[in-house]
């Protein structure tokens, strides 16, 4: 069966880029610059992040691997009557196939916001699975999903791991989730699941390790992003003038990724600028941990009843199993 590619108008419409544009300004110039975090992830950046998952500090990707090794048969058995799986922030599908491939439903519908590898790692799927049709949708779902036109999902589950759910603070968290539970609402047939991956509350060392690792990698993606920057806006932002920080804030239960200023500087771009004093950050990344009971009660406050967690021995990450309430 050949690959359904649906692209979202938003992303390419004039207005909603100029939009996107703006608010990227609107960060940069508010007086504690950020960045949103999805501009870490350009070609380049992409392939970074790749790398740092192989880094033995960063034991997010690997844990979460092993984990859905393990608990696959039964997930394979509590899934059984779903029409579709949802695979979000689908990338290069690797993650996705694994489940795919002993799943094998009716749909298989691949989202992220970057056509970059979706379409052609999606259309590999294909020879796999010849029972399963196969969507690759690109759209932001950030602030809640929607069923592309045409497309409705009788009983979805949807696939969300390694964490991304962390770079939301809670309660933007909870309006994605929400998104999700909504969509459940919509079909015909209830029973829609989520199956969730998410970054455990842990010592400080270890996740200072895993954000500012040995090798300098999560320095260069975090970096990286003023290349980006300079590439989208037509910025000249200086890389070598900023220092990659990252700090553990255990009030806020997250980890804060920023770029530090060496120097007194002013940054440019057509139709503005900012100053940046020595010292003075951009914060590019929150990475928000989680209690067990958190998770809990971030699903159940979106429209969720968990099912199952499965933790690592050390307790590290978890992965939750869980059905939309009706
Ligand atoms: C892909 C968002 C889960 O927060 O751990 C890796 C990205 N940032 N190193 C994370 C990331 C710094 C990652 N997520």
């Not at 969507?135 to 932001?140: C, H, L, N, R, Y």
């Not at 964490?163 to 809670?170: L, R, V, Y």
């Amino acid at each position: 069966m050949s690959v359904q590619l649906i692209v979202d108008a938003r992303l390419s419409d004039p207005n909603c880029r100029a939009q996107a544009r703006q608010r990227v300004v609107n960060g940069l110039l508010s007086p504690l610059a950020t960045v949103p975090p999805t501009y870490l992830y350009d070609a380049l950046g992409a392939r970074l992040f790749t790398a740092i998952t192989e880094l033995p500090e960063y034991y997010l990707t690997r844990t979460e691997s092993a984990l859905l090794e393990q608990c696959v048969s039964q997930i394979t058995e509590m899934a059984s009557g779903i029409s579709s799986l949802v695979d979000l922030g689908a990338g290069d599908c690797k993650k996705g196939a694994r489940l795919l491939r002993r799943l094998q439903p009716p749909h298989y519908l691949a989202v992220d916001v970057s056509a970059e590898c979706l379409l052609e790692a999606a259309s590999g799927l294909a020879r796999d699975v010849p029972n399963t049709a196969i969507t690759a949708f690109v759209t932001d779902f950030a602030s809640g999903l929607r069923w592309p036109d045409g497309v409705c999902c009788e009983r979805p589950l949807f696939f969300y791991p390694g964490s991304s759910i962390g770079n939301f603070s809670p309660e933007e968290a909870r309006t994605l989730l929400r998104s999700l539970s909504d969509l459940c609402q919509q079909a015909t047939t209830r029973g829609g699941l989520l199956l969730i991956g998410v970054d455990l509350v842990k010592p400080a060392h270890l996740l200072q390790a895993a954000y500012d690792d040995a090798l300098g990698l999560t320095a260069c993606f975090n970096l990286n992003v003023l290349r980006h920057l300079n590439t989208l806006l037509g910025a000249d932002f200086d890389v070598r003038q900023f220092r990659h920080r990252a700090v553990v804030d255990t009030r806020h239960s997250r980890v804060e990724m920023s770029l530090v200023s060496r120097r007194h500087q002013v940054v440019h771009w057509p139709g503005g600028q900012r100053r940046f004093s020595e010292g003075e950050a951009i914060v590019t990344e929150h990475s928000h941990k989680y209690t067990r009971e958190a998770v809990d009660s971030l699903l159940r406050s979106s429209g969720f009843e968990p099912r199952v967690q499965w933790t690592d021995d050390h307790g590290h990450y978890l992965l939750c199993l869980a059905e939309a309430l009706c």
